[in-house]
């Protein structure tokens, strides 16, 4: 039971566009979410990350989305660049849940970014 | 801030020896560390969660006499993969959390990965 998804493998978007990655998840015990972005042979890295209590988080050219009613989450890059092309992975936790803090991860979208 | 190392960042064994991979928080403390595995074009798989002076916690199916984890300091946890076998070739990432984190929130950086194989 895939509990984060991720329906999109790939995206494609031109140089300063915007660039919108979704996310969907099952379980509403969920509370935090995370993005990632990953580069192959490397650890992912964090971008930006939005707690259940609130419905946007900003963080330079990057902006999250949450939407519990309909439990999918976006994010927003504007404007993209080159060198944001990477897979781009979406995690979730049930930090009041007692969960340990455990992340469940969506299995990534890989973005391309052209110039 | 938030940088999380790992070493080796590559290593190739024989199959029956056993390996060590470090992960170190470099400049914050981390009560809890995590270990995944990624498979080719597959996304990450938690296989153990790592306390500081605790016991960890193995997800289903992960052999915990394998994968001996250790976390002695509030900076370090290591994996041993004990016995290694060719199926056990992977790229092993460490994560952790900041400590000291409001306990709404849950950031968790991650080590740049080591990448097993085994002969």
């Known amino acids: 039971d895939q509990q984060v998804k991720q329906n999109s493998p790939s995206l494609s978007v031109q140089e300063g566009r915007i660039s919108i990655l979704n996310c969907d998840y099952t379980?509403?015990?969920?509370?935090?979410f995370l993005w990632y972005k990953k580069y192959p042979a490397e650890g992912p890295t964090f971008l930006i990350s939005i707690s259940s209590i609130k419905d946007k988080n900003e963080d330079g050219r990057f902006t999250v989305f949450l939407n519990k009613s309909a439990k999918h989450l976006s994010l927003h890059i504007v404007p993209s660049q080159p060198g944001d092309s990477a897979v781009y992975f979406c995690?979730?936790?049930?930090?009041?849940?007692?969960?340990?803090?455990?992340?469940?991860f969506g299995k990534g979208t890989l973005l391309t970014v052209n110039p | 801030g938030a940088v999380v190392s790992q070493h080796p960042s590559r290593v190739i064994c024989k199959s029956g020896t056993s390996v060590k991979i470090e992960c170190r928080s470099l400049d914050f403390q981390a009560t809890t560390m995590f270990w995944y595995r990624q498979f080719p074009k597959k996304s990450l798989m938690l296989m153990a969660t790592s306390n500081e002076g605790s016991k960890a916690t193995y997800e289903q199916g992960v052999e915990k006499d394998k994968f001996l984890i250790n976390h002695a300091s509030l900076t370090l946890s290591t994996l041993t993969v004990t016995s290694a076998h060719p199926e056990d070739s992977s790229f092993y990432i460490c994560?952790?959390?900041?400590?000291?984190?409001?306990?709404?929130?849950?950031?968790?950086?991650f080590g740049p990965g080591t990448r097993l194989t085994v002969l």
């Open positions: 995690a979730a936790s049930a930090v009041r849940g007692g969960s340990n803090y455990k992340l469940t």
């Open positions: 379980n509403s015990m969920f509370d935090y």
């Open positions: 994560s952790a959390r900041l400590s000291g984190r409001a306990l709404l929130r849950n950031e968790q950086f």
